[in-house]
């Protein structure tokens, strides 16, 4: 089965500050990685998935993350944060050739201050 | 268009007791997941129906039940409550020919259980 590991639980930024949170997973054999936000009183929404191809991805709202597979990482990244990015971050897998199910990490708190 | 609809927006039972809660996927979505987020923790799949049947199942106890009507809104039955089951449940709804890769995810009812 895979699980996933979000290391920052909570990270507080400036504005115009560079965000980088981990997300490291563990599985043998083929992902899909995905990461998710949920802005505060919002719904869980898709932020950017990765399935194949190029290992970096570009998201909504300036948001990239790359899979980096020998690491087993996807680690979600933005060089320069707002205010309005003030929210909670999962990142989850799902195994295409395994169960399916998706496992999703416990989630980063981001706090951005203007 | 609307989006995945839950109901109730919020719940309090007491230990021992059952619950119901109720989904509405998104329009031309057929397929329905709940998911369960404690405080502080990410989703956790507790199972998906499709053609009102359940497809797909976590790992979670038979006192989890669901159900999914022919005009693809669903429900989540709980019986005998712990206080552990408090917590966000969330539904989310998909393609079945696109997968857990397409769900929008509804807003969730927070239930807690005294």
């Known amino acids: 089965a895979q699980s996933v590991s979000q290391h920052n639980h909570h990270v507080i930024l400036s504005e115009a500050a560079s965000l980088e949170l981990g997300c490291n997973y563990s599985?043998?054999?083929?992902?899909?990685l995905f990461w998710y936000v949920q802005y505060p009183g919002q719904h869980l929404q898709l932020l950017l998935k990765y399935f194949s191809g190029d290992p970096l991805v570009k998201g909504i709202k300036g948001f990239e993350a790359e899979f980096i597979k020998s690491k087993f990482s996807f680690n979600l990244r933005k060089p320069s944060v707002q205010w309005s990015d003030t929210a909670e971050y999962f990142c989850?897998?799902?195994?295409?050739?395994?169960?399916?199910?998706?496992?999703f990490g416990r989630g980063t708190s981001l706090i951005v201050h203007p | 268009d609307a989006g995945v609809t839950q109901s109730p927006t919020h719940l309090i039972k007491t230990r021992g007791q059952q619950v119901t809660l109720r989904c509405s996927p998104k329009?031309?979505?057929?397929?329905v997941s709940w998911y369960q987020q404690a405080l502080g923790q990410g989703p956790q799949f507790i199972f998906q129906?499709?053609?009102?049947?359940?497809?797909q199942r976590g790992n979670f106890p038979d006192r989890f039940s669901g159900h999914q009507f022919p005009n693809y809104s669903s429900e989540l039955n709980v019986n005998a409550l712990l206080l552990g089951d408090s917590a966000l449940y969330l539904c989310?709804?998909?393609?079945?020919?696109?997968?857990?890769?397409?769900?929008?995810f509804g807003p969730g009812t927070r239930l807690l259980v005294l």
């Open positions: 599985y043998g054999g083929t992902v899909n």
């Open positions: 989850a897998v799902n195994a295409p050739g395994g169960s399916y199910i998706p496992t």
């Open positions: 989310a709804s998909s393609l079945t020919s696109g997968g857990f890769e397409t769900q929008y």
């Open positions: 329009s031309g979505h057929d397929t």
């Open positions: 129906y499709y053609e009102e049947e359940e497809r």
